[in-house]
């Protein structure tokens, strides 16, 4: 594949750099095209090739064979039609493709209707500054292939529905865009590797991916996006998901079925800024083991799920805005789990939660840290909001907020703020963790101890409070130095 991308591009850049955008010159491109990729040691063949009128080129039972039996495709006709500098490609509804990968033989069929690729990167002079662009539609576009009597890959399925992609590519700006729709994205596949096997049958609604970014031309290019001279986008959102599935591996096997809401990720790097957003509307999945395993269904579920990191990596003289923002919202273990660590249900089932919010003021410098200089310079901290920290898992709970500021004149950072804690709850759980053998009994007293050392009791019963001073003179808890 990677030799026919290489020969197709190659040939036709050069072909371009012979033949003004006219008409009149597809057929001699695609001659072009052709013989190239032949003399890479790609086969192809076809039964007629019509030239029509208006300078369109179509050929008829086409094959195309790489080199090696990588992969075959053929079709029953493939047309193109130039006008201007654009190109637009039409082929037959159902294009047949076989091959092999590393020594497994796989064949499946891609059905699709209305099919169409228009592009301008094929009949361009060679100096042009026009940006390359692509286009592709469908109407439907479907993969359906794989051998029910295989031995390896016995299902392989994918329905997209009606899709369309665009792409601009800007040679003088070294910059690409682009977007891709999916109606939905089903997937089915059933295959054999190794001895371990999987069945998949998966449903998603619509899909859609957006992205941007300026194009390195080097390696050593790659680190503008860390220094702030170069910025990437990428975000995807999709929708709602269901799935069933089973897995052998290892001698064990289990079925699986879930669903799951919509969601949303965003990548992006923007002056220096490196922005990571994922967000899903939460899930539910169940794992049934084979009757002959001793292991009860795991069921799990949440309601939510985020994360949010905003870091500045970029050399700047003014601090930047620093965001961790992680949010796990109602958490359920089914019973099958629960009963094998706590039969007797001594702990609390109630839903996990983990939410933290955290604000910074920093400066780092991506660069002097990969050049390796001294650490106090590449990361300095100014403040730090903690809005919140909260940690709720089987009846007990942690929960932390405060702030700081940071004095910089030393050898180390220096806090001066405060940071209160609640904590609820914990001195039941450990005992119940005791109880069950699953925490030590002195590892258990220590951590009470130390609750019971640095805290002071709330009005509610198993509640410890205790706000932890960061000053000049000292760590203080509860206004006690922390010796």
């Known amino acids: ?22 008409q009149n010159q597809l057929e001699t491109t695609l001659d072009l095209v052709v013989r190239g990729m032949m003399d890479d040691g790609t086969e192809i063949s076809y039964d007629e090739r019509i030239i029509g009128s208006d300078g369109a080129v179509e050929y ?29 490609f039409t082929v037959s509804d159902t294009i047949d493709v076989t091959g092999q990968e590393e020594g497994v033989e796989f064949s499946f069929e891609i059905q699709s209707s209305e099919l169409e690729l228009t592009t301008n990167g094929l009949l361009r002079e060679a100096m042009s500054t026009e940006d390359v662009t692509v286009t592709f539609s469908a109407d439907e576009f479907v993969i359906n292939g794989g051998d029910p009597d295989s031995a390896v890959l016995r299902k392989l399925f994918v329905d997209l529905g009606a899709v369309d992609f665009d792409l601009l590519f800007s040679s003088e700006d070294m910059f690409a865009k682009g977007s891709f729709n999916a109606e939905k994205m089903d997937v089915a596949y059933d295959y054999t590797i190794d001895g371990d096997s999987q069945i ?26 860390l220094d702030g001279s170069k910025s990437g986008m990428f975000k995807m959102t999709s929708g709602a998901s269901a799935f069933t599935g089973t897995t052998q591996a290892e001698g064990m096997s289990f079925d699986m079925e879930g669903t799951s809401g919509d969601s949303a990720f965003l990548f992006e790097v923007i002056d220096g800024n490196i922005t990571y957003d994922a967000l899903a509307d939460g899930f539910e999945i169940v794992m049934t083991p084979s009757p002959d395993l001793p292991i009860p269904p795991v069921e799990m579920a949440m309601s939510e799920m985020a994360m949010k990191l905003v870091v500045p990596v970029g050399s700047s003289e003014t601090p930047a805005e620093m965001v961790i923002d ?26 996990a939660q983990l939410d933290i919010d955290i604000e910074a003021l920093v ?87 130390m609750m019971m050392a640095f805290g002071q009791p709330g009005d509610e019963a198993d509640q410890f409070i205790s706000e932890i001073t960061f000053s000049e003179n000292g760590i203080l808890a509860n206004g006690q130095p922390i010796q």
């Open 363 to 449: 400066q780092l410098d991506a660069m002097a840290a990969m050049a390796g200089e001294d650490p106090t310079s590449a990361a300095t901290i100014h403040s730090l909001d903690v809005n919140q920290v909260l940690l709720s898992l089987a009846g007990a709970s942690i929960q932390m907020d405060g702030a700081a500021t940071f004095d910089n004149s030393g050898p180390i950072p220096m806090p001066l703020g405060a940071v209160n804690i609640d904590m609820r709850g914990v001195t039941t759980l450990a005992n119940q963790l005791v109880a069950l053998g699953l925490l030590d009994q002195m590892q258990a007293g220590m951590a009470i101890g």
């Open 326 to 351: 992680i949010l796990f919202a109602d958490l359920v273990i089914g019973e099958g789990l629960w009963s094998m660590i706590d039969p007797g249900k001594t702990i609390s089932r109630d839903p």
């Open 200 to 225: 998949i049958d998966q449903t998603t609604a619509a899909t859609s991916v957006v992205f941007e970014f300026d194009v390195p031309e080097d390696e050593e290019d790659m680190l503008g996006y």
């Open 60 to 88: 008829t039972d086409l094959v195309i064979a790489a080199p090696e039996g990588e992969f075959t495709m053929s079709m029953d006709w493939l047309k193109g039609v130039p006008s201007g500098f654009d190109v637009t």
């Open 1 to 22: 594949m990677k030799k026919l991308v290489t020969a197709f591009t190659t040939v036709a850049i050069v072909s371009s750099a012979s033949y003004a955008a006219a």
